[in-house]
């Protein structure tokens, strides 16, 4: 029988590493999840006995913080120097690196969806310190693949649609970022993604380096918020009454690229992957939200 790979995948609790790791698992492939209590990307010794000790065939960096409430060392701690260490360790241990990274790294004033070469412009410390990620892991080995990828939602962990119901239930009036256009991603859809592209490496299709790859029809982020609370009104009665649009300054983030679309034509052309709809992936996480709850 063929034999899948062994993935070994970091930030295994999150979004990402969460929905990956189950459907790696359902997909044959032999997988470890790690959770940052079981490894920390930027302590080298542990990463380096650890890859030593399970021999991973491949390694997904799904570790990582969202903006909000982020300062800059812990930009840099997590953004830059935990793929550092994968980076090299991985190198010496000729492991291949699937690296996560996001459209953070643009300027943020195209209106046009960025393709993989554009022109880097980081609009924060943010952006710098994943950009810096991203250049570590070219630099320090050849079998990688950084995928970026659009604003990831799932119905767990520090998802947006969570956040959002939660406030939702609390107050007639949420306030939401303005002048935001995106395409949010379901880390369901970007799982499928992730296995498809090993799959590929694996049966020796040298397509390595950097792509792009989020789910079809741009939005704001307001009226992302909107479609949320529309998608769950259908199953509960919210107290909200308005959501608020204001400067994303005044919601004490980092400043994020206002337009932080992306061209995936390059990951259909290499891998033949093919775009998704993010509202059908959005109405399944709502929906799976409302049947656990039951
Ligand atoms: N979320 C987005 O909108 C978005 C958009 C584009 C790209 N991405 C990228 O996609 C990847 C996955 O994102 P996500 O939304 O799934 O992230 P997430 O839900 O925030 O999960 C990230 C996980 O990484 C863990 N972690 C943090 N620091 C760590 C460390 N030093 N060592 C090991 N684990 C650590 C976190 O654990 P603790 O919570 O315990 O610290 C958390 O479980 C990240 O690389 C992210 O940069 C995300």
């Known amino acids: 029988m063929f034999e899948l790979p062994k993935l070994l995948i970091t930030g295994a609790e999150g979004q990402l590493g969460y929905e990956l790791s189950a459907q790696a698992q359902e997909q044959g492939f032999e997988v470890v999840s790690c959770s940052h209590d079981d490894l920390d990307i930027c302590d080298w010794q542990a990463v380096a006995a650890l890859f030593a000790e399970l021999k991973p065939d491949y390694v997904v960096n799904a570790a990582g913080k969202t903006l909000l409430g982020l300062d800059s060392e812990a930009c840099f701690n997590i953004n830059f120097q935990g793929p550092e260490v994968l980076a090299q360790v991985c190198s010496d241990q000729d492991i291949a690196l699937i690296h996560l990274s996001c459209a953070e790294v643009f300027g943020g004033d195209s209106e046009i969806p ?43 962990g520090q998802s947006s ?41 694996d049966c020796g299709v040298e397509n390595w380096g950097t792509y792009h790859y989020c789910a079809t029809e741009t939005v704001s982020w307001f009226g992302f918020c909107e479609t949320i609370i529309a998608a769950a009104r259908q199953y509960e009665d919210l107290p909200l009454e308005q959501l608020v649009s204001v400067h994303q300054s005044e919601l004490g983030s980092h400043p994020r690229a206002t337009y932080s679309v992306l061209n995936c034509e390059q990951v259909l052309r290499d891998f033949g992957i093919h775009q998704r709809s993010w509202r059908t992936g959005l109405m399944k996480v709502v929906r799976n939200l409302y049947d656990w709850a039951e």
């Open 161 to 201: 649609v969570l956040k959002l119901l939660e406030q939702a239930r609390k107050a007639d009036q949420v306030c939401v970022a303005d002048g935001l256009v995106g395409s949010p991603t379901s880390a369901v859809d970007l799982s499928r993604v992730v296995t498809a592209i090993i799959k590929q490496l």
């Open 114 to 156: 960025y393709r993989e070469d554009d022109d880097i412009a980081p609009p924060s410390d943010y952006g710098r310190s994943i950009y810096q990620g991203e250049q570590a892991v070219r630099q320090h080995m050849c079998r990688h693949l950084i995928l970026r990828t659009g604003w990831l939602f799932s119905a767990r």
